[in-house]
């Protein structure tokens, strides 16, 4: 997956995968292949199924703490523990020439947790530290990337905000 600028993409991507996790393995690489994620040499493996999904609870808990600092310092937890001095490849001749984030010959799952990391250290860079958050709708559990262009969402889904809309103004009518 090559990722913009402000790293929108893998950041929506990782909040996808938090919040709708992979049921199986062969969901997991479905997942991975729809995002257009390049693995060096192999899909994850059922070796990877239980690691990435340890790390996805780790980015959750990151998502969710508060900020500014306790999530910077829990993202710059994540990106000791997986991400690696960046460096140019361009995959032994081909003219594609990219940034990777993490070493050679590491597993998918470092892999694919460097990209979640470095993309969301990109989107709350360059987006805002408070541009991830839990639904503000009542008793939905899922967290939200806001990529808007105002930074304004509060819910993870336009479903979550029209049920709130739909209740607060069926709340004003109820008290006229």
Known sequence: MHFNHDGRDVVRFAAGLVNNRPASLPDLVHRCAAAEIVFDAQQPTPADFTPINQFLDEWDAMARSGWPHPRTDNLNALIATYVGPPR???????????LHFRGDNVSTTTQLAALLCVGTAFHLAARGIDRL???AADGCPRIYADTSRNGRQRYCSPACGNRMAVRRYRQQDADR
């Open 133 to 135: 958050g839990e639904c």
């Open 88 to 98: 140019l490849t361009d995959h032994h001749g081909s003219t594609d020439w990219h």
